[in-house]
């Protein structure tokens, strides 16, 4: 029984000392640098009583040390704060000792300074306010020094309000007369010098001073209402002549632009409207100091149009004998062979756009230089309307279009979207002519996958494979058409295939009304082949191999 006394006394040592440790700890964190006065005290003899009627044990000696180390930290906590207090409170007297050596300067300032200095005295003595306790030994000194400072200097501002209240009715007089000179003169229309005369008079008014605060108030908007009527009334004056200026400055701007933008259009556009705006610039009347400027401004276009004009002519001249020369270079590269019209069709157009869109030459060479033009694009357009339908470039495009389609539709039947998103962005990409024979089988395979049957895929399956009958169908007129030609594998994979085959045209031109024939009935075979629709991935490859290879055992035969 006495053991388990000693060992509840133990027990409740222990809580206290534990519990004092919290506290103080509870209030170095919520940086509370004071306890109620004595609190810390109260504490330690607490603890110290209750260590005296209890065995030290391990634990306790261990709770006792960190309960010592607790109460020394606070203690220190405690010192800083004291010490930051009397660090503040002696930079608190240094910036009131500051302020009353500022107090002391504003006292040397001049009388008429005083108005101004009143209204910082007010500032100063708030900032004094908001300024924190000094120490004590030096608080009645500090405040002392600083209201007998104030005093000096607001006995001066007093004094001087005194006395400009004794001038009042001296100034009331004098603001009369103003008024009264400046009634006589309100009527005026003589603007520039008796605007002077205002001048002059509200200068006075400024530098007389003030009177009494209703007096002046009265005074003021009798002087301001003469003021008002002289100008308002130039005011309207000139308005109405800069008006006029104006617009007259504004007709000539607009007539300058015109004259400008003329110039962008063709020649003989450009000379049936020069008349008009000479006359019109005539007749707009005066611009004021600006019609000088704005007349040269005028010409300047005139002049700069006629000597452009005459340096544009020689320049056109050397673009068109140049565009003859990449003309004849083109016909050239025709006739020799070397070619075929697919092959410079971009080039000859981009040639004809460039002498469409350059002006016109020196009078004296234009009718030759034009006349060998001429007879050059008559050369091309000729040799470009015997270009067979089918070229290189027109098999190239169509393979690699039919090739995104054929795809998709295997990409439909995994249901891969990612797959799918690339055929169709592939698809968006693609720019030629020959997307109008595939457009109408991507559009279906587009509305299969947005409905995702199975149904829909197969029926989609079957139209590809129809597809592929028809066009192995019309191989097979075309192998017709080169009875005899040898059969054989190809050589080279696809790629080399087409560009051989299709680097020479699928009909080659012949003079004679059978090869002609012969070449119309080819070129109407591979439109509908074309337009046949699409075939299954598995067999496109070998499908344009056989087209291929018809066409070019007809190519031998001729």
């Known amino acids: 029984m006495g053991k388990m006394t000693e060992k509840n006394k133990n027990s409740n040592a222990l809580e206290i000392i534990t519990k004092a440790c919290a506290e103080i700890t509870k209030c170095l964190e919520e940086n509370k640098q004071e306890l109620p006065k004595g609190h810390i005290e109260d504490l330690k003899k607490n603890v110290a009583k209750t260590l005296d009627a209890t065995t030290q044990t391990p634990n306790i000696k261990k709770q006792l040390a960190e309960f010592e180390a607790l109460c020394k930290k606070y203690t220190t906590q405690v010192h800083c704060l004291y010490e930051i207090r009397d660090l503040a409170r002696w930079e608190h007297y240094t910036l009131k000792m500051d302020i009353c050596k500022q107090v002391k300067k504003l006292n040397e300032c001049e009388d008429k300074d005083l108005p101004r200095i009143a209204r910082e005295l007010k500032l100063i003595r708030l900032h004094w306010k908001d300024i924190g306790s000094v120490p004590h030994e030096k608080n009645e000194d500090i405040w002392n020094e600083f209201c007998e400072e104030c005093n000096k200097l607001q006995n001066r501002i007093s004094e001087y309000y005194n006395g400009m209240e004794k001038n009042r009715e001296n100034i009331a007089v004098e603001k009369i007369k103003i008024c009264e000179e400046a009634e006589k003169i309100q009527s005026s229309t003589e603007w520039e010098s008796d605007a002077k005369k205002f001048k002059d008079l509200q200068k006075r008014w400024r530098e007389v001073g003030f009177t009494a605060p209703d007096q002046e108030k009265k005074l003021y908007l009798r002087f301001r209402e003469a003021c008002d009527?002289?100008?308002?009334?130039?005011?309207?004056?000139?308005?109405?002549?800069?008006?006029?200026?104006?617009?007259?400055?504004?007709?000539?701007?607009?007539?300058?632009?015109?004259?400008?933008?003329?110039?962008?259009?063709?020649?003989?556009?450009?000379?049936?409207?020069?008349?008009?705006?000479?006359?019109?610039?005539?007749?707009?009347?005066?611009?004021?100091?600006?019609?000088?400027?704005?007349?040269?401004?005028?010409?300047?276009?005139?002049?700069?149009?006629?000597?452009?004009?005459?340096?544009?002519?020689?320049?056109?001249?050397?673009?068109?004998?140049?565009?003859?020369?990449?003309?004849?270079?083109?016909?050239?590269?025709?006739?020799?062979?070397?070619?075929?019209?697919?092959?410079?069709?971009?080039?000859?157009?981009?040639?004809?756009?460039?002498?469409?869109?350059?002006?016109?030459?020196?009078?004296?060479?234009?009718?030759?230089?034009?006349?060998?033009?001429?007879?050059?694009?008559?050369?091309?357009?000729?040799?470009?309307?015997?270009?067979?339908?089918?070229?290189?470039?027109?098999?190239?495009?169509?393979?690699?279009?039919?090739?995104?389609?054929?795809?998709?539709?295997?990409?439909?039947?995994?249901?891969?979207?990612?797959?799918?998103?690339?055929?169709?962005?592939?698809?968006?990409?693609?720019?030629?002519?020959e997307k109008i024979y595939f457009r109408d089988s991507f559009e279906a395979l587009s509305t299969a996958f947005e409905d995702g049957s199975v149904e829909h895929y197969e029926q989609l399956l079957n139209t590809f494979n129809d597809n592929l009958k028809k066009r192995e169908e019309i191989c097979k007129e075309l192998e017709n058409l080169g009875i005899n030609a040898e059969e054989g594998e190809a050589k080279a994979d696809l790629a080399q295939e087409l560009t051989m085959a299709i680097a020479?045209?699928?009909?080659?031109?012949?003079?004679?009304?059978?090869?002609?024939?012969?070449t119309e009935q080819i070129n109407k075979i591979a439109k509908r082949w074309l337009k046949a629709g699409s075939v299954p991935l598995k067999d496109l490859s070998k499908l344009y191999k056989r087209f291929e290879q018809a066409i070019g055992n007809i190519k031998n035969i001729e």
């Not at 020479?504 to 012969?518: C, D, L, M, T, V």
């Open 504 to 518: 020479q045209n699928f009909a080659s031109g012949s003079s004679s009304k059978n090869s002609e024939q012969k």
């Open 229 to 433: 009527v002289f100008f308002n009334t130039r005011k309207e004056h000139y308005h109405h002549a800069k008006c006029e200026k104006e617009n007259v400055n504004s007709a000539k701007f607009q007539l300058c632009e015109e004259a400008k933008a003329i110039f962008n259009l063709s020649y003989s556009d450009a000379h049936q409207l020069i008349p008009d705006l000479w006359k019109r610039w005539k007749t707009a009347g005066s611009a004021g100091k600006h019609d000088r400027e704005l007349y040269e401004r005028f010409r300047t276009y005139f002049d700069n149009y006629y000597e452009g004009l005459r340096k544009q002519r020689n320049e056109n001249l050397k673009i068109k004998k140049k565009i003859c020369n990449d003309l004849e270079t083109l016909n050239d590269s025709l006739e020799s062979g070397e070619k075929q019209f697919d092959d410079i069709k971009s080039k000859y157009l981009e040639v004809k756009k460039h002498w469409d869109s350059t002006g016109a030459m020196p009078r004296a060479e234009e009718q030759t230089v034009t006349e060998i033009h001429s007879v050059l694009i008559k050369k091309l357009d000729l040799l470009g309307s015997k270009s067979e339908y089918d070229s290189k470039a027109v098999l190239k495009r169509s393979f690699e279009l039919e090739q995104i389609v054929s795809a998709a539709l295997n990409s439909l039947d995994s249901k891969k979207l990612d797959e799918w998103e690339k055929y169709r962005s592939e698809w968006e990409v693609a720019e030629s002519a």
